[in-house]
């Protein structure tokens, strides 16, 4: 997703960079709950490293469809305005 870029918008492009990224350290995160890591205090904080990830991917996310949301309604409004003012020049 660096190289070749598969969005045509950058934003969109960069939105699901990130949600990649946080998924990634998420299933790294899922590793160390193993035996890997003998320590019950470490797994603990870990866990809390892995709540942390997930609360920002969701809040990323809400983010990303708060914003969407905004700009289909700013451009719905547009094309209604951009309607009434025609059907109103035409009359």
Known sequence: MLIYKPFKDPKVGF????TEIILQFLGYHQLLFTNFV???ETRYVIGWSFCAFVTLS???EF???ISQSIANYR???RKKAVMDYSLASAA
Do not use: T, V
């Not at 939105?15 to 990130?18: F, P």
């Open 15 to 18: 939105e699901h960079l990130l």
């Open 38 to 40: 003998w320590d019950p």
């Open 58 to 60: 969701l809040f990323a």
């Open 63 to 65: 983010i990303q469809m």
């Open 75 to 77: 451009e719905s409004r």
